[in-house]
């Protein structure tokens, strides 16, 4: 019998009709192991996973080997962005044993648990084989399965350990993070490696602090060209704005199609940040269709923001987005449609698959004549409406808590820097306001989702779906992106519920997750008991729990004057430090909320009549250093600690200006700001 029918995961539910007996993860299925006396199998992917459908469709939805799992295992499936926990504990038990990682994940396990052998994806003829030698290998030679399970156990405890070696995150050591990131940077085609190359988000928004802190030229040099490199590749949507999760060549052509909610918000904020120090009028339009593409594709109305689009349409990689040049002339018309093949790298080769090509933007426009924009543009909206006619990839629609809040960090300080950037005589003014309404209505939507539903009896829950919330409990980067996103909120809204929420997010992760030397687990002390107790310090994909709790604690620190949240920042630094020195590129967050501790962070207060029109508003937010917290408002606007006590100058605005709870005199003029942000 398969219970998956009634899953909150979409993930789940594609496998609900499969002829395995699939259990969730629970309790029930390792006492039906034990009972039965047969090992777990479990089977962890996501739904926008394109190798989780290939093994899916070769192999769980084939009755052979349906029964051959249902007569000898009892088979778990796993959504690891539900369950992190499960999924991170199970990973390092196959990094261990295989020495690489990846979804699916094929884990076979002891009734209680504990694994003994894991591998990744498995062709059928494969599978089915290995299906039978661990069936086999479980019956006539249990004593080698039980003895390779408590060496695997054995070699997790060790990669999970806390109360490691520590060190002062300090400028010397941010400063040989950048030399080190600089000597592995690829300068033919921007980013850090080969193929596959990854959006080094985090890297890059370390290095524009980095660069805002010392001045270092190679820093934004590095940025710029990965982040116009990026933006020109195919790896971002050139018509509806949002990047893929990968590109699978080192040069961001051809991507792995699907759109992870977390890798967008993370580049909304490095083109908004590039686009606030420099700017650059490409890493504007990005910013702003980051924003749109967030707003109008992956946000669910009343809820908060769904977690991907998929990488297939189908079961086929790129049905939706590649063209031929005889389509492009199909929806354009002859002239336009050799405009456009020029424009965005359409060839009769292709450059994909079948003779098809991904769009890449084969030079800059954003600088070009007005007219040949104009013509761009419109190219673009028509190629967007022939596409919008083609089979559409699935949308994974839970909503996740620790993402939701690097959206909403996103989106607030796109809305900021937006709003220090407007000008009436813009060309693309209308289209910039109609972007930052709708998406602020989309991140305030979002925030109130994760406050009201996400929220149970003080503790956050980690997923929902369709304002339902999910049993999963959320885990350590639940609770420090959430609160550094609420932070994020605060600052843009003057909104004391914000901060109070905040601060009570950042107790409950202190109270339950805290764990020897100042380091952080990744589970509460109160959440199920695995093999391990996972406790990652690396930032991946994500930002690591312990590194987006760091973030949270310096905000909220910063905004509250409350001095032992630094102290915690500071303690759980350290833990990762070496990291940081040795492997920055395992470390970007880490290292970005380093910068920001070093830096200060400045605590900029202006008080005024007018937060949303005032020029000391616009230099504050303009001029910022890095990690800067910024609130603006009436003197002594309830919940608004950075406003108490600072009252107007002599009836005019004022900018109060502190760094690591030392103050300056207040200034009322612009150049004065400024001059003292400098």
């Known amino acids: 019998m398969n219970r998956l029918a009634d899953a909150t995961s979409p993930y789940l539910l594609q496998h609900a009709d499969n002829p395995v007996d699939w259990w969730p993860w629970s309790d029930e299925a390792f006492a039906e192991a034990k009972r039965r006396d047969v090992p777990v199998l479990i089977s962890v992917g996501y739904a926008a996973c394109h190798w989780c459908h290939v093994m899916a469709h070769e192999s769980f939805e084939n009755e052979q080997v349906g029964t051959l799992m249902n007569d000898n295992f009892v088979s778990i499936k796993v959504d690891r962005e539900e369950r992190p926990d499960v999924d991170a504990i199970y990973m390092t038990a196959t990094q261990a044993m295989t020495g690489q990682g990846g979804w699916p994940m094929t884990v076979f396990a002891t009734p209680d648990g504990t694994p003994f052998f894991c591998g990744t994806y498995f062709p059928r003829p494969n599978f089915v084989q290995l299906l039978q030698s661990v069936s086999t290998a479980w019956r006539e030679q249990r004593e080698a399965v039980l003895g390779q399970g408590a060496a695997v156990v054995e070699a997790i405890g060790g990669a999970q350990a806390v109360g490691g070696p520590t060190a002062p ?168 449609g050799r405009f456009a093949a020029d424009l965005f790298t359409v060839t009769e080769e292709g450059t994909f698959e079948h003779g098809m090509s991904v769009l890449k933007l084969a030079r800059d426009v954003d600088d070009a004549a007005p007219e040949v924009r104009a013509r761009w543009q419109q190219v673009v909206g028509r190629l967007l409406a022939a596409r919008d006619t083609r089979p559409q990839p699935a949308l994974d629609d839970k909503v996740v808590a620790a993402w939701n809040g690097l959206a909403i960090t996103a989106i607030a300080e796109f809305q900021q820097v937006a709003a220090v950037y407007a000008s009436p005589k813009d060309e693309d003014a209308n289209l910039m306001d109609g972007v930052t309404i709708v998406a602020d209505g989309a991140m305030r939507q979002a925030a109130e989702h994760l406050a009201t539903v996400h929220l149970v009896d003080g503790r956050l829950r980690r997923v929902s779906r369709d304002g339902k919330v999910g049993e999963p409990a959320g885990v350590l980067e639940d609770y420090g992106c959430v609160a550094e996103a609420f932070c994020a909120l605060h600052q843009l809204t003057g909104e004391g519920r914000w901060l109070t929420l905040a601060g009570e997010l950042l107790d409950t992760a202190l109270a339950h997750f805290a764990a020897p030397g100042g380091a952080f687990y990744d589970t509460a002390d109160d959440a199920e008991r695995l093999v391990a107790r996972p406790a990652d310090p690396t930032d991946n994909a994500t930002p690591s729990g312990r590194s987006a709790l760091i973030a949270g604690l310096v905000a909220y620190s910063a905004l509250t004057g409350e001095t032992r949240y630094r102290e915690a920042a500071e303690s759980a630094l350290g833990t990762v430090a070496p990291i940081v020195g040795r492997h920055p590129r395992f470390a970007g967050y880490a290292a970005t909320v380093g910068e920001a501790l070093l830096s200060g962070p400045y605590e900029i207060a202006v008080v005024t009549d007018d937060p949303d029109g005032d020029p000391l508003v616009a230099a504050a937010r303009r001029h910022a250093p890095p990690g800067a917290v910024v609130v603006a408002g009436r003197p002594d606007q309830p919940g608004v600690p950075l406003l108490a006590d600072r009252p107007l100058v002599d009836g005019r605005s004022a900018a109060y200006v502190c760094r690591g709870f030392v103050c300056q005199r207040p200034v009322t003029s612009v150049e004065e700001l400024v001059a003292e942000l400098g």
Do not use: C
Request: hydrophobic share 40%.
């Open 169 to 336: 995150l300090d400028a010397p050591l941010l400063d040989a993070a950048a030399a080190k990131l600089a000597s592995e940077y690829d300068a033919t085609n921007g980013g850090f490696g080969g193929a596959p190359k990854f959006p080094p988000h985090m890297n890059l928004l370390f290095l524009l602090r980095h660069h805002q802190r010392t001045g270092d030229p190679r820093s934004l040099e590095i940025t710029r060209h990965t982040a116009e490199a990026m933006a020109r590749g195919g790896i971002y949507d050139q018509l509806a704005g949002g990047f893929a999760r990968y590109s699978v060549d080192a040069h961001w052509t051809v991507p792995h199609f699907e759109k992870m909610l977390y890798d967008n918000a993370l580049l909304l904020r490095v083109y908004t940040q590039l686009w606030r120090l420099t700017g650059d009028p490409l890493a504007r339009r990005v910013a702003r269709d980051t924003a749109r593409f967030l707003a109008d594709e992956l946000h669910r109305p009343g809820q908060g923001f769904a977690s991907a689009l998929d990488a297939d349409t189908e079961g086929v990689e790129g049905l939706t987005y590649a063209w031929t040049p005889t389509q492009l002339v199909e929806a354009l018309g002859e002239e336009d």
